[in-house]
């Protein structure tokens, strides 16, 4: 299923989970769907899944807690909130398991995959979430999974109009400032593609300098 970008624990538990009614409900995202069903490009060790069911949420409880007593997993930690759930657990033989649930709003957009049950987010509705991402924190993963979006040929302005309709306060120019952020960043994730952290910083700052010019034309 993800090959490589998947360990057994979690391919298990995302093969229990999506055969579940409730598991129907959500759908893999971010750094981890990318990944493992698309650009296999790093090393991405969360499962966030994401549903836009507002019981979906409380009812992947018992289901999470179930799947996890079958796996033989020990529960770590957990945090809970209105529409958020965590897991962190660790199988039998020490593999680590974090899994995050999460009641997303806003539009969504493209179309879901199933890849052998498995329901996996769109890449243009990832790419806007990492958009909305990097406006509120400089985490090198974000950077690198929209640096390959883009290069996988996702136009940048579709995307951000997009990112904008999940986030009505995302506005060009600070955006532009979120992206030189870039330059603080010492280290990337781990990769399976190449990439240089000196490549991924000028994308961006190229990126947000013709932002800027575009807000103040000559």
Do not use: W
């Amino acid at each position: 299923m993800g090959g490589e970008f998947l360990t057994p624990l979690q391919e298990e538990f995302l093969r229990r989970f999506f055969a579940t009614r409730a598991g129907q409900r959500f759908f893999l995202t971010g750094g981890t769907a990318l990944a493992a069903f698309y650009f296999h490009h790093r090393i991405s060790v969360d499962l966030d899944l994401f549903t836009v069911d507002d019981l979906a949420l409380r009812e992947s409880d018992p289901v999470v807690s179930r799947i996890l007593a079958d796996l033989n997993c020990r529960l770590i930690r957990t945090r809970t909130s209105e529409h958020f759930r965590q897991y962190i657990a660790e199988g039998e033989k020490g593999q680590g398991l974090h899994v995050d649930l999460v009641r997303d709003f806003g539009p969504q957009f493209g179309e879901k995959k199933a890849f052998e049950g498995i329901i996996v987010d769109s890449v243009e509705n990832i790419g806007a979430n990492k958009i909305t991402a990097i406006l509120g924190r400089t985490d090198a993963k974000d950077f690198v999974d929209l640096y390959f979006i883009l290069k996988a040929g996702y136009d940048f302005d579709d995307l951000f109009a997009k990112a904008q309709q999940k986030d009505l306060g995302l506005h060009p120019f600070h955006f532009a400032g979120a992206l030189l952020q870039v330059q603080k960043l010492k280290r990337l994730p781990e990769m399976k593609k190449p990439l240089t952290l000196e490549e991924l910083q000028q994308t961006f700052v190229e990126l947000a300098n013709r932002i800027l010019d575009e807000l103040n034309p000559q």
